[in-house]
């Protein structure tokens, strides 16, 4: 049992890190199973094709993130009770286990989300992947936004969402633009300073409708 699970984390260790360098399209079963060390028939064995193989790497993370989240949104919503939940308590429990395990979590977790990055930048797996595995819990918290912004109109709400994920996917995609752009005070490796901001940022962009757009 144990050297099982050890062959499948290795093929899923190996298909995640080259997945976060060269792409879906760009990786085979056989450069996967390479870097794993293991015989190629074993990737069939575990997972079946190269999608299948990617799917396990997307919910192994996905499952770990989306407890985590809810967990940290359900409980600010208990301790708000009987009103809603802080808006930027809300951003932050989105944002913070994200930022947390991109920064403290190791190569995996830097990989994982440089996946995620290009997923959410590409026009055909973005739109399929992204909502498999994060919309219910995207759905959660934009519940739990709109119950703190009750007038608010729902085009708007759904907007600031698709910005927030906007900013969250440049940060994982590590283009290092901001270091060249500020001559080096400003690194996109400090997802501590990332943090630091992007909740009050994220927090006055979704406030900015509190009202429905025009009648502020």
């Known amino acids: 049992m144990t050297t099982k699970k050890k062959t ?19 990786v085979s079963i056989r450069q996967i199973t390479t870097k794993a060390d293991v015989d190629p028939a074993l990737a069939s064995y575990h997972f079946g094709k190269k999608k299948d193989i990617f799917d396990a790497v997307m919910l192994r993370r996905a499952e770990i993130l989306n407890r985590e989240r809810i967990q940290t949104l359900d409980d600010c919503i208990r301790r708000a009770k009987p009103n809603p ?3 930027h308590e809300i951003i932050d429990a989105f944002t913070h286990a994200l930022l947390n395990r ?9 990989s994982y ?21 994060f919309d219910p819990l995207a759905k959660k918290f934009l519940q739990a ?8 109109n ?11 994920s906007g900013a969250l996917t440049l940060t ?8 060249k752009l500020s001559d080096g005070l400003c690194a996109s490796s400090d ?3 990332v943090h630091e901001r992007l909740v009050p940022f994220i927090t006055a962009g979704f406030k900015a409708f509190m009202r429905p757009f025009g009648h502020q």
Do not use: V
Not at 102 to 110: E, L, M, T, Y
Not at 145 to 152: E, L, S, T, Y
Not at 172 to 179: D, P, V, Y
């Open 85 to 87: 939940a802080p808006l």
């Open 8 to 26: 499948k984390d290795l093929i899923l260790d190996a298909a995640e890190e080259l997945f976060a360098i060269r792409g879906f399209y760009g």
């Open 102 to 110: 991109s920064n403290k979590g190791g190569k995996g977790w830097r």
């Open 191 to 193: 997802l501590d300073a």
């Open 145 to 152: 936004i709109r119950a703190n912004m009750p007038d608010a």
């Open 113 to 133: 989300f440089a996946i995620i990055a290009q997923i959410n930048n590409h026009p055909e797996l973005g739109g399929i992947i992204m909502s498999q595995y």
């Open 172 to 179: 994982f995609s590590g283009t290092e633009r901001i270091n």
């Open 154 to 164: 729902d085009e708007d709400l759904y907007w600031c969402y698709h910005f927030l």
